[in-house]
């Protein structure tokens, strides 16, 4: 085969990738526009005219009883709805919608604030990574008399903020919903086909969101996705045992150079009396 040959077949394999490409992104946006599209914008006006009548209304969801996580939490109430649809919590154009955000706060009407233990570095590096993830407002000191043991004292705002929300899955022409915080600190995820989004959906949706029945989260996920989460799951899983055995590796060993440090100033102490 000629050089010429060469460069024939290479130019046109190149034009039958480009052209596949340019098919690809005219069906994505076509199923963008004609699939998606008018699902999020009615997902955005079911949530705006929701939003509105919970606003005249006036009147929080009491929680009486939230997780077993903090007992101490004690009833919270759900309220201060707020909706966006960009990723600074503004309004996008009503014509490219891509994400959909519904916040709210589960708070106490009680104290601010409570305190909640950690005995050992371990278990606070564990309180501390599992605050951070949940987004709630948390401050901590060090128990009196006891810095070497890594004890703190956590005091956490009695303040759970919830999030529900859509973004689009371009690639694969779907939407994404994420739920963080609306039941015992859960994180869900639910991928959604376009054509599932209808009056039934929304209304399992919002009965859910207002506390009034739990037959949303029983809804089906596609199999094609289900293994998928669990995979997600299942590395979340070692990635947290992996941090938790790094810092109880860290204690050991700061265990240890303490006791070194304790034992070599007894010597010391010992030949310096001498």
Known sequence: MGILDDLREQAIQKQSEQQENTILKEKLAHNYQILILPKMQLLFSYFKELLDYLTVIEAPICIPYYSNHYRKLGKLYQQDYRLSTDKHGGIANYEKLTEITLRFNCQGQEEGEFTHSAESKTDAEQEKEFLSLHKIPFTYDRYLGNSEGGALTFHITRKIPVIFKFSIDYENSRII???????????????????QINEAYMDKLARYILRKDSEFIQMDIDETHKEKIRQQVEAQKKAHAEELRAAHLREEYEQKAAEARKVKNRVKSFFNKK
């Open 177 to 195: 919903l994420t739920i963080h915080n609306h039941e015992d600190f859960e994180q869900r995820t639910q991928f959604i086909n376009p054509e």
